[in-house]
Each structure stands twice: as structure tokens, then as C-alpha cells.
């Protein structure tokens, strides 16, 4: 398929700006992309990191010197096609999960017929994986006539708190 778009070897960014430092990426079962984010972005320019870290010796020496990381978890999901925030998860004070560094989408099938979907998240600094039950999936919601995030206890529009 890369190679039928005439851009194979090129990079394009799908987003940026994100609110932490992107760690792992996975394909969501609707399509999407589930984004871990390790850290929170820094207080200073994300650009200036940006561009630091492209440089293949200041990406060396700052995971080697493995600066403390800050009692933050989150992961974000994306529109597969155009990058847009579709929904952004987080634990502010790193109390149920920090540091994560993977998170894989899997989909169950329920003994009724319906599914479940859960969000499970690697970390840094545990010797444990976490999970979120994210609720129905989109298909067995729409039968129920009820979104999965009216089940959440989100603390806004996109956002819920692991």
C-alpha cells in the first residue's frame, strides 16, 4: 500500500502536541490507534524537545541517563485517518497506573452475544500489567442505546480518569 502511494521510505506525522511523550502505539478494533504516553509533556517548548530528540545521540544519552519519571498514566486514541483526539485516558496522580509504555485493545465476545472491550497497560516502573474495562463495544452499546462513555465517570467531553 506504501509503496502504491509513491511515498515509500517518508515519514508523516499523524499527531502531535500530544499532553505526554508517546511511547507505543496499537491498532484499536475500531480502526483507531491507542497511543501510550509515558510521561507528561515537558513545561518547556514540546518543539525544542521535538527536535532534540530527533538527534540520534541526544536520544541515546537521554534514555541513558533515564531522568525520574513523574507519578503520571495516560493513554490517548486516535482517528487512524486524520490524527483527531478521540478519546484521552488518564491517571493524574499515577496512584493505579504509571508510566505506561503499552496498551493493547481486546475485544471479548459476552456468554449473551454481546462484547466487552478492555484496554490493557504496559508500564516502566512495575512488575505488573493494568487493565481498564473500557464497557460494551460500539456495536453491542448501539443495541443497548447506551454510549460506553455514559457508564464512565469521566471528568470531561474525551477524557476519563483510569
Known amino acids: 500500500m506504501v509503496a502504491g502511494t509513491g511515498k515509500a521510505g517518508q515519514t508523516e506525522v499523524l499527531i502531535d502536541n500530544l499532553p505526554g511523550m508517546p511511547?507505543?502505539?496499537d491498532a484499536a478494533a475500531d480502526g483507531g490507534f491507542w497511543v501510550s504516553l509515558v510521561a507528561p509533556a515537558p513545561p518547556f517548548n514540546s518543539l525544542l524537545l521535538t527536535k532534540m530528540l530527533s538527534n540520534p545521540l541526544v536520544r541515546a544519552l537521554y534514555a541513558r541517563l533515564k531522568p525520574g519519571l513523574k507519578a503520571w498514566g495516560a493513554v490517548v486514541k486516535v482517528d487512524g485517518a486524520d490524527g483527531?483526539?478521540?478519546d484521552f485516558l488518564t491517571d493524574p496522580t499515577g496512584r493505579h497506573v504509571s508510566a505506561v509504555s503499552a496498551v493493547t485493545e481486546h475485544v471479548t465476545?459476552?456468554?449473551d452475544g454481546g462484547s466487552r472491550r478492555r484496554l490493557y497497560l504496559g508500564n516502566l516502573v512495575g512488575d505488573y500489567v493494568s487493565y481498564v474495562d473500557l464497557?460494551?463495544?460500539d456495536?453491542?452499546?448501539?443495541a443497548?442505546?447506551?454510549s460506553p462513555r455514559a457508564a464512565s465517570d469521566g471528568e470531561g467531553q474525551g477524557q476519563q480518569e483510569l
Open 144 to 146: 443497548a442505546d447506551e
Open 109 to 111: 465476545e459476552d456468554v
Open 23 to 25: 511511547d507505543g502505539v
Open 135 to 137: 464497557g460494551p463495544s
Open 139 to 142: 456495536a453491542a452499546a448501539a
Open 84 to 86: 483527531r483526539v478521540l
